[in-house]
């Protein structure tokens, strides 16, 4: 049985720093496409980042400041934070899919089979 458990989420000042960590159980992260959505109150699910076989992709709002990896020996995968800021405020999500790719991943939910049960992030002085 595929679970996904996120942890680190918390609240933050703005310019502060986060990392979220998502434990895999049931398959190995390293053969599928993984990554981290994040859903604000009142708004559709977002993609953050992503990454498969290639190195992560990252949408436009976060790039530069957020960073996706992986440790495959813990199965685990990691999203650091930075520079936050109060739109990063939201719920955020580990994903997995059924599916890899060589080169890139991508940024639609749709793509994702899997997903944790998320964590709260909120970025407020």
């Known amino acids: 049985q595929v679970q996904l458990v996120e942890s680190g989420g918390g609240l933050v000042q703005p310019g502060g720093s986060l990392r979220l960590s998502c434990a895999a159980t049931?398959?190995?992260?390293?053969?599928?496409?993984i990554g981290w959505f994040r859903q604000a109150p009142g708004k559709e699910h977002e993609g953050v980042s992503c990454?498969?076989?290639?190195?992560?992709t990252s949408a436009d709002p976060v790039k530069g400041r957020f960073t996706i990896f992986r440790d495959n020996a813990k199965n685990t995968i990691y999203l650091q934070m930075n520079s936050l800021k109060p739109e990063d405020t939201a719920v955020y999500y580990c994903?997995?899919?059924?599916?890899?790719?060589?080169?890139?991943?991508?940024?639609?939910?749709?793509?994702?089979?899997?997903w944790g049960q998320g964590t709260q992030v909120t970025v407020s002085s």
């Open positions: 049931g398959f190995t992260l390293s053969n599928y496409a």
């Open positions: 994903v997995a899919a059924t599916a890899y790719y060589p080169v890139g991943c991508p940024l639609r939910d749709y793509a994702y089979d899997y």
């Open positions: 990454i498969s076989g290639g190195d992560g």
